[in-house]
């Protein structure tokens, strides 16, 4: 799949996608449905968290996250749900705490993440639903950061685990050739993350990731 470059079918080139339109990508992304749905996950949520990363984050490791997801040498997944926040996202307790450096501090466990942990890359990227320390509660309070699995040093090489730990892989009927996880951010304290875009624009800017699987 990434020999082919068919994670990146319908996106620009500027960003090493093929630069096909939507509709190839659609037909292209049906037959691979037809074969194996519970592969496509992974690919599919990669390609959602890049386009996230592509039209709302501003980091100077920015276009080497996008190039590393668009081409799947790293993959995405899309973190919301947690044990007592299912259609209530806005009950969530995920909390970010802003450090001195900029970065935040994430705590808190999400459930039910498709493709949440696996070994077919490196590098995980997970955007992240949390309420940073102090703001409202519901989903105006949400915000939403880019948290890795691996931290990822100003050069771009792979530093140290970023203390997301895999808590188990969840008993659900279906799509059992897909890892979906429990994961538990920040257990140790160590967990770091961006923030992506504005804060308490989290609720909004995950949808786009959602359209765009
Ligand atoms: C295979 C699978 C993959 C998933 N992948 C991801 C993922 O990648 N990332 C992620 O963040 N989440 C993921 N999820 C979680 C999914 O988003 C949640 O399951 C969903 O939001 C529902 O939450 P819940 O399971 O806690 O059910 P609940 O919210 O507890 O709902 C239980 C039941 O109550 C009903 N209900 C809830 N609220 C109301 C209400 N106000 N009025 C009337 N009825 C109501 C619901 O319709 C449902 O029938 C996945 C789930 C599954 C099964």
Request: aromatic share 8%; proline share 6%; glycine share 14%.
């Amino acid at each position: 799949m990434r020999r082919g470059g068919w994670l990146s079918v319908s996106d620009s080139p500027d960003v090493g996608g093929q630069g096909f339109p939507t509709i190839i990508a659609a037909a292209v992304s049906q037959m691979f449905l037809a074969g194996n749905q519970a592969f496509l996950m992974y690919p599919g949520l990669t390609h959602g968290a890049a386009r996230l990363v592509e039209d709302f984050f501003q980091h100077p490791l920015r276009d080497l996250i996008l190039e590393k997801m668009y081409n799947g040498a790293w993959t995405g997944t899309m973190c919301l749900t947690e044990p007592g926040a299912g259609s209530d996202v806005g009950a969530l307790k995920t909390s970010a705490r802003k450090n001195p450096d900029g970065t935040y501090s994430i705590t808190g466990t999400k459930c039910f993440i498709s493709a949440g942990d696996h070994n077919l890359t490196e590098n995980i990227i997970h955007p992240v639903l949390a309420r940073i320390e102090g703001d409202p509660p519901g989903t105006k309070g949400i915000s939403i950061f880019v948290v890795p699995k691996i931290r990822i040093n100003p050069d771009g090489s792979l530093g140290e685990p970023n203390d997301v730990v895999t808590g188990g892989i969840e008993s659900k009927m279906g799509i059992h050739g897909n890892a979906t996880c429990t994961l538990n951010f920040g257990e140790n304290g160590k967990c770091i993350g961006w923030l992506m875009v504005e804060e308490r624009e989290g609720m909004k800017v995950m949808f786009h990731l959602i359209l765009a699987i």
